[in-house]
Nanobody, 126 residues
């Protein structure tokens, strides 16, 4: 079992920045790939970004590429999502998730991730 707790959400003006954190406990964090998803009101949950076990590979949704940066510190059992140049359309509940493995591009699908945090709200005002 892996327990995940997100933090760092809040209210920010368009163009601002936030850094989300995902603290993991339980099994060895470094054994899991870590992803971020988000869900806006009335919309389906969507992939944002993911990072491999060692941090050597990162992937981003086109909508956040160039603005968001995913990272991890396995020594601290924590993952991060640095969000810059935020837009109102980034408003959503952001979830971190852990995956024991993936194949091909399955990292973009939520069913790949077995463990999920409770989510943190990000609101971007215009």
């Amino acid at each position: 079992q892996v327990q995940l707790v997100e933090s760092g959400g809040g209210l920010v003006q368009a163009g601002g920045s936030l850094r989300l954190s995902c603290a993991a406990s339980g099994r060895t964090f470094s054994s899991y790939g870590m992803g971020w998803f988000r869900q806006a009101p009335g919309k389906e949950r969507e992939f944002v970004s993911t990072i491999s076990w060692s941090g050597g590979s990162t992937y981003y949704a086109d909508s956040v590429k160039g603005r968001f940066t995913i990272s991890r510190d396995n020594a601290k059992n924590t993952g991060y999502l640095q969000m810059n140049s935020l837009k109102p359309e980034d408003t959503a509940v952001y979830y971190c998730a852990a995956a024991r493995s993936w194949y091909g591009s399955s990292w973009k699908f939520d069913y790949t991730y077995a463990y999920w945090g409770q989510g943190t709200q990000v609101t971007v005002s215009s």
